[in-house]
């Protein structure tokens, strides 16, 4: 923990100044509009065991459009050209993810009515290839910032600082109580769970990215 937390301390200010750039993208998203959330929601899908710049660059090319109206077959092509992984199964769970558009009222809704949980287990259960991991990772994209995205990067450094075990796996249960270490974590370093994902995650990769 102690070494965990000098080595944040350490972080240069221009990757400081350029989280909280992005942590501000995340919270003015839930101005933008029904198109840029499906978009959102279709990277996040993407991002599911495959690398997250190969997803960014999917997302520039297809946009909303390709996201939500190219058949299924071409879908799939690009998925492939891009060499990203398992381009059969995410073309097929982002076609499946066009009867949820819109995506942002929905959201919304399950947020104001519950809590952000409530928001991604409605996700989790009704969104075909997201997990906990990629329902995590939307809300935070789109402003809300109480979750954990435990991905392979931020699990890897947790058990390296002895802040957990090493997980058999993230089903349910494994992934909340690994979140609720990760929040009181975030808690005793006086950051959002938000920021305290973007921190970890440059440490361990170098990047900044969304």
Known sequence: MNELKKQLAQL???VEQLIETRLEEFSSFKQKNDE??????CFCLLTANAKAQTAL??????????FCTLPLHNLTQQIKAHKHRFHNNKA???VAAREHHPIK?????????????AARG?????VKGMGYKEASHFLRNTGYQSLAILDRHIINLL???NLIGKPNNLAKNNYLQIEQTFQKLSKKLSVTPAKL???LWYLQTGKVLK
Not at 105 to 117: A, D, F
């Open 122 to 126: 409605w996700l989790v259960s009704n």
């Open 92 to 94: 097929r769970y982002i």
């Open 159 to 161: 058990v390296e600082h």
């Open 12 to 14: 240069p200010l221009a």
């Open 197 to 199: 994902d973007l921190q």
């Open 57 to 66: 660059s999917l997302q520039s090319t297809l946009g909303f459009a390709g």
């Open 36 to 41: 840029a959330w499906f978009s959102e929601l």
């Open 105 to 117: 009222k929905i959201i919304q809704q399950k947020v104001s009515s519950h809590w952000e949980s």
